[in-house]
DNA sequence: ATGTGTCAACTAACATGTTAGTATGAATGG
DNA sequence: CCATTCATACTAACATGTTAGTTGACACAT
């Protein structure tokens, strides 16, 4: 009668397999383990315990928890605990909204400036795409559709663009990994993106914008229902305990 | 001869002015004089000076420091020392970019789902602006100003819109310090934000953005002179130790 | 049985001690 | 006189000790 608010697992990936500083290795630890579910939505962070199972002092886990919880995936309550977020439809909406301001301006400057071995570059991600699907690899096609994404923003030659972008989806993303991809829809999106790279070929903006705002419509359609299917998973379904 | 590298001042605003946690406050007054360019790009920030000068120890001061080096305003060299980042006009034009990309987006949500209250809210505030206008006085009309903006992105009812709105375009508000408000651009930026509210009372959505486009356009050409014209608060310009 | 007050245990927040990496400058060799 | 080396001093990064606020449970009164 308590999978209410459970107790975090002890499965971080180890700190090793990162590089940069302490902090920076726990905090990438802990961002794959919330972004991956593996850490559920209400679940308590012990500090405590992270510090054991890492291997490391307190310092460099509050350093994590405090970005961590600047970018929202962890709710810190005073004095007292700290708690993976909630999804939150409304976060989600605006997570999509950031996410589709950044895209479109993204795509219409892309279209505009491009070079020739930029637009080389989409297509041939797009024809990997296209063999990933044959292939029905829909990891190999996640990645490459992320990084199809990443490339655009690569293109503008805006360096923070791809950093604030994956900022402000970080809730869609997690929210994205309940979605299991089917064949279907990774050829439409497959489509989808031939459409973008084609309006950037014809160094198109509008033409871009528009298939790029179509394309990211699809997806919000699909969390929706997540909403219904999985309320444990949403913050204000619950008015439990006191 | 040694302006080049030199240490900040102890004028922070003192913690007890603002709320939250130590950490918290420690961030704000470090982002005021940072911001305020009471500490110039290039100044040394000292971790022991700065706990004397609030009565603070290193916890919150380092957390603080880790948030400004996220947000980019502060440089930390590793092991040894964090300083005032210096201006970058790529990362001013890459801040304008992101800002254009959500202020866009944010007008065309507002033109299309206004409220007859928010419209008046609109109005009411660009009266208040002619009138400042009239007097003279050019800091209440910035504060009018930002809050127009403030007020466009409350309108769409997404929370986080407004921090990271702040946040991508920090370079450009703290460069912004440096241009001198003028009798006559006030004017004109007046006549500007007239533009775009009476488009969102029109609700077109594609005026509104075009009238923000150009609004926000005018901006860019007014920091880019800066350059010449203060190249000390620039980074790229020295090749000095070593 | 139920609402209330007290208390003990736990946590984040803060303070302080320790380590290790970097930069500076003096001493030395060319 | 200039380059190189090496020792020293200083810094951020990390570890650990301390404080104070919150929570939940239990006792007790109603």
Known sequence: MAPIADIDA???KDIGAFEGSLAQRVYLSLKEAILSLEFPPGSVLRKGMICDTLGVSRSPVSEAIARLAAEGLVEVIPQSATRVSHFSMSEIREGTFLREALELATVAKVAR???EEQL??????VRLQSLLVEDGDFTGFYQADEEF???LMQFTGYTRLITVARMVSLQVSRARMLLLP???RAAETLEEHRAIVEAIRDQDPVAAQTAMRHH???LLPRIEPLEQERPELFSPCDARKR
Do not use: E, I
Request: proline fraction near 5%; hydrophobic fraction near 30%.
């Open 113 to 115: 400036d491009r070079t």
């Open 149 to 151: 994404h990443a490339m």
């Open 10 to 12: 002890t499965r971080l």
């Open 182 to 184: 089917t064949p279907g």
């Open 216 to 218: 990211l419509g699809q």
């Open 120 to 125: 080389a570059q989409l297509t041939r991600n």
